[in-house]
């Protein structure tokens, strides 16, 4: 693949010095994302951990026109734009609501839903990190099985991760992608295609965060990888309805190769109260999972 | 060329925004709003108003549009009621924060629980320390010109206004109103230029964290925090009286009306008891007063027209030779008395006046207000005055609390 990174826009558009924790697997998806947008793009975002990153007025790290909003604001906020933009006569810019997953499979659902009912123009961005963690790592519907956080202490959480691209797709968008800043290609070339595509269109981000993963800063890309490796994150995009996977993910299915999740589970100290009972529902959680995703894939 | 026809206050509202030319159009249906959305629709359905629609699926989407459409540059308008208003809350605060000049028509209704689709002004008045301004209308006329007027406003303070009108009374009741004429809105409202514009030709990031202290930007030029701009919002909405007396004293030259600013009088000149209130309740209150001069009594009445920002000059000028003030309200604030009453009270601290004031709570859900109980409500003040009863408990109009 190194002659496809020749491809990548050279320009950067997040300078050095933001305000992301160390290895923020956020801060590496942004940047590829931008690249692959370019200059041409307006982002509007909720309070989040992007929030955190785009910076502490008067200074910003991020040279791509943002609005903040609050937290169940972000899709209902692009349609605003996008209205807006389409009553000044202006439609050659690509509108991106960006939220965490808090932001998104929780209270962003309902304007994300009208958003996408109302076939709005715009690309919905969920960067899923499984968790409150701007707020310090609380429990939101996307977190797993098994994993500890600060509102669930003692017990770990009791309930599986929220199928929330289930819900998107029920909404009969024309393009929606999973991507994961440890595959950037495979991330930057979603994002270019789905930059030419008219309609909601949505990727969902699977985003290492070591505070609250509790895994080593330098680990994140190792740990996108063992995600997608494992299954619990898998690389696909559905186009008008059609289902294809790709990258390591397409590769894993072809040759029908799948790490168990114990090995993304016993690098992490957010698992570390997980039973054997827990990570067996977690594995036939994700063999299902996967076995849909094959079917869909024939 | 102006002409005159009979409409309902929604309707009053909705032609108020077309004429204004808005360009983005957001709003979720609610009783008693529901009729001017369903307008705004027609208007640009019809292709007689050139604007986006954007049929969102909650009221919080609404402004959420709104605040994002205005953004980017656009005139927007919205509308809502009661527990639409109350859901929009978060918004409210995030419209004034930012400084847009929104407008939105609030259409009064009560809110629950228990439920109430009836008017009363729990809703806006609930809503008073969002950084709004805020105009109560008292009748349709009012309502159309008020919506007109608003955009200048809001787009010289950059502050956003809600013009309010009560349900059914006023939004479902058919009046005569004339029209302004198109042309002449045109030359009254400037198109809109935004503060700060989003957009790529010039990328900011609008609206980030603050921290408490003031900081300094790449050039070194030290940048207001989060207090500084509070300040200005403060100071915008004080500032706003003289641009709202400016825009009326415009209207009436360009238009030959006026609704009085930021209150307006009635047979005030020689009134030694006033009755006061905002919007419908305020109206009815003048035929109150006929009743009352009728007996020979020297009763007047001063409508508060703009609520937020507070006509603190303008009630210590309008009630300066009072006697007897009374104060009809159709909100409350649980625990204490009406939110008007105690505005009037702190207003006149340190002034020469005092008269007593009385304040009822009238009107609630819905509930019949008819000038006749508001002429006995006045004269039943005067009489405790006249024995000496200075103070009294806020009065229920027209309510058993046995």
């Known amino acids: ?298 | 060329m102006s002409k005159v026809q009979i409409m309902t206050g929604n309707q009053a509202a909705a032609l108020g925004a077309m004429l204004s030319n808005v360009q983005v159009v957001a709003a979720y249906p609610i009783t008693p709003q529901s009729q001017l959305a369903e307008i705004m629709s027609q208007y640009i359905e019809g292709g007689k108003l050139r604007a986006e629609y954007v049929r969102v699926e909650s009221e919080h989407s609404a402004l959420t549009v709104c605040i994002s459409a205005s953004t980017v540059g656009a005139r927007v308008f919205t509308a809502t009621s009661a527990n639409g208003l109350l859901y929009m809350h978060e918004q409210l605060h995030w419209a004034a924060g930012a400084r847009l000049p929104i407008v939105m028509c609030c259409v009064n209704r009560g809110v629950g629980a228990p439920w109430t689709i009836f008017n009363d002004q729990q809703d806006s008045l609930s809503q008073r320390d969002t950084g709004w301004i805020q105009i109560y209308c008292r009748n349709n006329q009012e309502i159309i010109d008020t919506v007109i007027q608003a955009y200048r406003i809001a787009e010289k303070v950059y502050v956003p206004v809600m013009v309010n009108f009560d349900g059914f009374v006023l939004s479902h009741t058919m009046m005569p109103v004339e029209i302004p004429d198109a042309g002449k809105v045109r030359t009254f409202l400037p198109p809109y230029r935004p503060h700060t514009i989003l957009s790529p030709e010039d990328p900011r990031n609008i609206n980030p964290v603050l921290f408490p202290w003031r900081r300094e930007n790449t050039e070194g030029v030290l940048c207001d925090g989060y207090m500084e701009m509070r300040y200005k919002l403060q100071a915008a909405l004080e500032n706003a009286r003289e641009q709202i007396l400016e825009t009326d004293a415009a209207f009436h030259e360009s238009f030959g009306r006026k609704h009085g600013g930021m209150l307006w009088e009635y047979r005030t000149e020689d009134a030694e008891v006033i009755l006061t209130g905002m919007g419908s309740i305020a109206s009815e209150a003048t035929a109150a007063a006929d009743i009352l001069r009728e007996e020979g009594l020297k009763i007047g009445v001063v409508g508060i027209r703009v609520f937020r920002p507070f006509p603190k000059e303008d009630v210590r000028q309008a009630f300066k030779k009072a006697q007897v003030i009374v104060v009809f309200e159709k909100a409350i604030s649980y625990g204490y008395e009406g939110g008007l009453c105690s505005d009037l009270k702190s207003a006149f601290y340190g002034t020469d006046i005092r008269a007593p004031i009385h304040g009822y709570v009238a009107g609630l859900g819905g509930r019949d207000v008819k000038a006749r109980e508001l002429a006995e409500a006045a004269k039943a003040s005067m009489a405790d005055m006249k024995a000496g009863q200075i103070e009294k408990n806020t009065t229920w109009l027209n309510c058993f609390t046995g």
């Open chain 1, 1 to 298: 693949m190194p002659e496809n990174l020749f491809k990548l826009n050279a320009k950067e558009y997040i300078l050095p010095g933001s305000r992301a924790c160390q290895g923020c697997g956020l801060s590496l998806a942004y940047r590829y994302m931008l690249k692959a947008l370019r200059e041409n793009t307006i982002v509007t975002l909720p309070a989040s951990c992007l929030c955190v990153l785009q910076g502490i007025y008067p200074s910003t790290p991020v040279m791509i026109p943002a609005l903040n909003n609050s937290f169940a604001s972000t899709a209902a906020s692009a349609s605003g734009i996008v209205a807006g933009l389409q009553a000044l006569n202006r439609s050659d810019i690509t509108v991106v609501g960006m939220a965490g997953d808090g932001g998104t499979f929780d209270m962003g659902i309902q304007a994300l839903s009208g958003a996408a009912e109302r076939e709005t123009d715009f690309i919905y961005v969920c960067y899923d990190n499984e968790g409150y963690m701007n707020t310090g790592t609380q429990r939101s519907s996307a977190t797993p099985l098994g994993a500890i956080t600060t509102t669930t202490p003692v017990l770990t959480k009791q309930q599986h991760k929220k199928d929330f691209i289930k819900i998107v797709e029920a909404h009969d968008i024309p393009y929606l992608a999973t991507v994961s800043p440890s595959y950037p290609i495979d991330l930057y070339e979603k994002f270019v295609r789905a930059k030419k595509i008219k309609g909601t269109r949505y990727i969902h981000m699977y985003i290492g965060c070591p505070p609250g993963w509790v895994y080593p800063p330098k680990d994140t890309v190792k740990m996108g990888r063992l995600a997608v490796e494992t299954g619990l994150a898998v690389l696909f995009e559905i186009e008008d309805g059609k289902f294809r996977f790709t990258g390591r993910s397409k590769t894993m299915a072809q040759k029908g190769t799948r790490l168990p999740v114990i090995n993304y589970v016993e690098k992490q100290g957010r698992f570390k109260k997980m039973n054997i009972e827990q990570l067996n529902q977690l594995q036939a959680w994700v063999d299902r999972k996967w076995d849909e995703y094959l079917r869909r894939a024939e």
